[in-house]
């Protein structure tokens, strides 16, 4: 007798509904850069539509063009290799005897003209080929059905644009499957993609397009999904966008943009000093750099934390570390020490080495730990949040809804 057994991984640090709204508001960032990239569609996303513009049809467009140009690459110059065949032959043209061409003598005499012999041949019919057009073959099917099911939906200028998008996509992918080195062969796809697939150039390019595209496809079933990326680099990233908005919230200005890139279903904040984010007004400079790097020199080791706030004013340079760390340390032991739970001891100490050991520019005021976590009535009073101003080393805990302890923070940077 069957037996059905499901099973729920949850987040221990935070709810579910916490992992919920921190994904969409990655998504709402990642949608919003997203408008400036689509450029035949962003004219009738003006006409009116509310909501996110549809991230996947960017994804899908490059996947499906990458696929096209790889593909056209491979039909120009497919990979062959040698199989045996049997055909009837003279017998001076046998190269090789075998028990086949032992048999056809022994049915056809000595003096027979011709038998029948195996010789190798060159063909494109490799399981490389079968895997590609299987794989385009359902990729194409579910454009289809993903067209279908937009057709069906409440009409509008966004929709407009999408079922036209999706209508070019189709036809470029139908387009694809009638290249001859795709030719129906009605043999089975391998289970598993062949080497080649990953060691040859153009195949890499197709069977990597053919990967975006079912990402870009599963996007368009619904919102972007930042369900590929792992819970602590979700809350990285969406620790970024609030301490960003937070500082835009102190200085009284507009929410810059936040600098990602999305690949597939994946978003990451731009890293380095090039791409900090810059704010400023009445006197007061802000710039937020995600990652930037500091060389070894005078140090020993290169220095690279999550966040660097610099803070200009009246020529003067101020900068503050913050580390978002999607750790929390909830021991008895641990409360007893610092007095609330916080980010475990190794992360502290990653802290202070920030302030100490980041010696170009302006000195490091204080370093800062983010971790998910939800305020009490002892965190104000515990270590974490004292320390702040006696060492300039601490942690604030933050998650969805709940940034108070931070706000106080940055208000007081800002100050």
Not at 34 to 54: F, H, I, Q, V
């Amino acid at each position: 007798e069957a037996t059905s057994v499901s099973m729920s991984v949850l987040p221990r640090k935070v709810r579910v509904q916490d992992v919920r709204r921190m994904r969409q508001a990655v998504e709402a960032v990642a949608s919003g850069l997203t408008l400036s990239m689509l450029r035949p569609t962003a004219e009738l996303l003006s006409a009116g539509d509310d909501g996110s513009p549809p991230v996947w049809v960017q994804a899908l467009r490059r996947s499906i063009d990458a696929l096209d140009a790889a593909m056209r690459r491979i039909d120009r110059r497919p990979m062959r290799q040698v199989v045996p065949t049997t055909a009837v032959q003279r017998p001076a043209s046998v190269h090789k005897v075998d028990a086949g061409v032992v048999r056809s003598v022994r049915q056809r005499g000595l003096a027979a003209d011709r038998i029948t012999a195996s010789r190798p041949e060159w063909t494109d019919d490799v399981p490389a080929h079968h895997w590609l057009a299987s794989a385009i073959r359902n990729v194409h099917a579910r454009v289809v059905a993903l067209l279908r099911e937009e057709q069906v939906r409440r009409p509008s200028a966004r929709r407009s644009a999408v079922i036209g998008d999706l209508r070019r996509m189709e036809r470029t992918l139908q387009d694809v499957l009638e290249l001859g080195v795709l030719r129906e062969r009605g043999k089975r796809r391998p289970t598993v993609p062949p080497l080649v697939l990953r060691r040859r150039a153009e195949y890499a390019e197709a069977y990597g397009a053919v990967r975006a595209i079912g990402r870009g496809i599963d996007l368009g079933a619904g919102a972007l999904d930042i369900a590929t990326q792992s819970l602590s680099s979700l809350f990285e990233t969406w620790a970024v966008t609030v301490v960003i908005d937070l500082l835009a919230e102190a200085l009284d200005v507009p929410g810059p943009t936040v600098p990602v890139d999305v690949i597939g279903t994946d978003v990451r904040v731009r890293r380095g000093r090039a791409h900090a984010v810059s704010m400023q007004t009445r006197g007061v400079g802000v710039d937020v750099a995600y990652e930037p790097r500091f060389p070894a020199p005078p140090g020993l080791i290169v220095q690279k934390p999550d966040l660097v706030v610099t803070l200009h004013r009246r020529g003067e340079e101020r900068r503050i570390v913050l580390d978002a760390k999607y750790r929390r340390d909830d021991s008895v032991a641990y409360r007893r020490r610092y007095g609330a739970a916080g980010p475990p001891e190794d992360a502290l100490g990653t802290l202070h080495r920030y302030r100490d050991a980041i010696v170009e520019g302006a000195p490091i005021e204080r370093a800062v730990a983010l971790f998910p976590g939800c305020l009490d009535e002892t965190y104000y009073t515990s270590r974490l949040w004292t320390s702040i101003e006696s060492i300039g080393v601490g942690a604030v805990p933050i998650v969805p809804g709940n940034v108070e302890a931070l706000r106080r923070l940055i208000a007081r940077i800002v100050g």
